[in-house]
């Protein structure tokens, strides 16, 4: 029997700010019970409905929930066969074949250091992927393989269409830039490019600060620069929270 999807990412992404949140609340109700100072009070709620909108935000993004499909336009025939580029425990991958329920897909991923960054060292990375296809029904469509998105390991035009979330911005500027121009090799001429990112919007700054570094200072603008550089046309644009997205193709 198949067991349920475990994306791994760390516990404190989802649910983190409830450290602060219960705290807070309990002393915001002492200090209330107990007459202290106005300051206190003010302080403690500001806590608290910093804590509490954070987690807000942080759900939203449902880091370990199933994620929709950005844009319907995306893989439009809804055939063929599709590489997700760092491809991780398979978020990316499931939200693919599971909107495109006649598409193949390879899911590709570099599984060194930055997967157990992401999703800690527990069990072989492969095999955590290979769990979730199953348990998500979608295996049979999917084959997982090892490479870099620098130096992809496939023949030119190889892809009807990519996707690729929150993992370009794990590769530094120049890296990026590899990456995009390999997407490109490998998508076929009319191919689509689904190029999913953390969007550094200010409710992701507000819940996060400094702890969310990805991306860097890169924004929507460097993206549509560097794809479009990299030969793409951007098709259409769109964000959600902590989330950008852009919808690229491969001029046919
Ligand atoms: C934040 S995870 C995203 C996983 C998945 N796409 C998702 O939506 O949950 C980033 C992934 O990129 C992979 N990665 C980082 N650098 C890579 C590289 N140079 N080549 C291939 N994959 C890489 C990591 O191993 C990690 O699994």
């Given at each position: 029997?198949?067991?349920?999807?475990?994306?791994g990412y760390p516990w404190w992404l989802s649910y983190?700010?409830?450290?602060?949140?219960?705290?807070?609340?309990?002393?915001?109700?002492?200090?209330?019970?107990?007459?202290?100072?106005?300051?206190?009070?003010?302080?403690?709620?500001?806590?608290?409905?910093?804590?509490?909108?954070?987690?807000?935000?942080?759900?939203?993004?449902?880091?370990?929930?199933?994620?929709?499909?950005?844009?319907?336009?995306?893989?439009?025939?809804?055939?063929?066969?599709?590489?997700?580029?760092?491809?991780?425990?398979?978020?990316?991958?499931?939200?693919?074949?599971?909107?495109?329920?006649?598409?193949?897909?390879?899911?590709?991923?570099?599984?060194?250091?930055?997967?157990?960054?992401?999703?800690?060292?527990?069990?072989?990375?492969?095999?955590?992927?290979?769990?979730?296809?199953?348990?998500?029904?979608?295996?049979?469509?999917?084959?997982?393989?090892?490479?870099?998105?620098?130096?992809?390991?496939?023949?030119?035009?190889?892809?009807?269409?990519?996707?690729?979330?929150?993992?370009?911005?794990?590769?530094?500027?120049?890296?990026?830039r590899q990456a995009l121009a390999e997407a490109h090799?490998?998508?076929?001429?009319?191919?689509?490019?689904?190029?999913?990112?953390?969007?550094?919007?200010?409710?992701?700054?507000?819940?996060?600060?400094?702890?969310?570094?990805?991306?860097?200072?890169?924004?929507?603008?460097?993206?549509?620069?560097?794809?479009?550089?990299?030969?793409?046309?951007?098709?259409?644009?769109?964000?959600?929270?902590?989330?950008?997205?852009?919808?690229?193709?491969?001029?046919?």
């Amino acid at each position: 029997m198949n067991g349920s999807i475990d994306f791994g990412y760390p516990w404190w992404l989802s649910y983190g700010h409830l450290v602060i949140l219960l705290p807070s609340l309990a002393v915001l109700f002492a200090a209330w019970r107990r007459e202290w100072r106005r300051g206190w009070l003010l302080a403690f709620g500001a806590l608290a409905a910093w804590a509490a909108t954070s987690m807000f935000v942080t759900r939203s993004f449902n880091v370990n929930g199933r994620a929709p499909l950005p844009t319907e336009n995306f893989l439009k025939s809804g055939v063929g066969h599709v590489l997700d580029i760092g491809a991780g425990t398979g978020r990316s991958s499931i939200m693919v074949l599971g909107a495109r329920p006649k598409a193949t897909l390879a899911a590709v991923d570099l599984f060194g250091d930055s997967f157990g960054h992401h999703f800690g060292s527990n069990g072989d990375p492969r095999n955590r992927l290979l769990a979730n296809l199953k348990a998500a029904g979608v295996a049979d469509r999917a084959t997982i393989e090892t490479g870099d998105m620098r130096k992809l390991p496939f023949a030119a035009e190889s892809f009807d269409a990519i996707v690729s979330a929150y993992a370009m911005d794990h590769v530094g500027r120049e890296g990026a830039r590899q990456a995009l121009a390999e997407a490109h090799r490998v998508v076929k001429p009319g191919g689509d490019f689904l190029l999913v990112l953390v969007g550094n919007d200010r409710w992701t700054k507000f819940a996060y600060g400094p702890l969310l570094t990805h991306g860097g200072t890169r924004g929507p603008a460097w993206w549509r620069e560097e794809a479009r550089q990299a030969g793409f046309t951007v098709e259409e644009e769109g964000s959600s929270p902590a989330t950008i997205f852009l919808l690229l193709r491969r001029p046919g």
